[in-house]
């Protein structure tokens, strides 16, 4: 007896139950019939090799830029459909597109557009530079020895707000580790973890140059000494607030 899952029907072509519902759901949601669905099809396939994107350098690189969408969604743990996924990422390239064209499209401006693209982000995406090196034609190698250098860039995921525990000696001795449980509870992350939403990151450095305001922290530009648990909390309702 045939399997049930792999029924035919025919259609102008060979389709199992699966791939016929899929194509009655694409149906529904477009609001066409299943030929003009088809010949819509065909007319994105005829595009496609009329462009030469069959040709295998650029269907390796459309691949490649397929798999990277899908591992980005992956990675900031967000839950994707490959479409959706997609849409996504060349919503990202086309904004990295706008930066690069704002500081034009030269080697020699590489830092500006990496600070505008990290300032629009808040870190670095490897899609991003990977667009960049594309754009510019820079090897990623470079691009990646660049943003490895300065403190400024992060090719990890941060927050819209980064917050910063001082643990070096005075602010240790004054109460620092206390202070950054306060942080911990108040946030639910780790040093050098960023919540899902990505709204806060949370750092702890050696030394934030305010010693004799022990123990700090710094919430982005703005330096706090010794808050208490409940003046954390409005910090942090301030910084959701401004998110908004």
Known sequence: MKDEGTKSHFVGLRMTEKESQMLSEAQEKSQLTKTQLLLKGLELLGEYYTLGLDQRPLSFELKELEQESRRHAESLRRVR???????????????VDDIVDRYG?????????????QQENHWLPRHA??????????????????????????????GAHLIQVCMGTACYIQGGPQLLSRIEEALHLQPDETDPEQNFTLKTVHCLGCCALGPVV????????????????????????REK
């Open 81 to 95: 459909s490959r479409a959706n996924a997609i849409r996504e990422f060349i919503r990202d390239l086309r904004a």
């Open 129 to 158: 530079l990977m667009w960049i090196s594309e754009r510019l034609q820079i090897p990623l190698a470079r691009i990646y020895q660049i943003a490895n250098f300065y403190e400024a860039f992060s090719i990890e995921p941060r």
């Open 218 to 241: 710094k919430v982005d530009d703005d330096y706090y000494s010794a808050p208490n648990a409940k003046e954390i909390k409005d910090i942090v309702a301030a910084c959701l607030e």
């Open 105 to 117: 499209c030269k080697e020699n401006n590489l830092i500006q557009i990496l600070l505008g693209i």
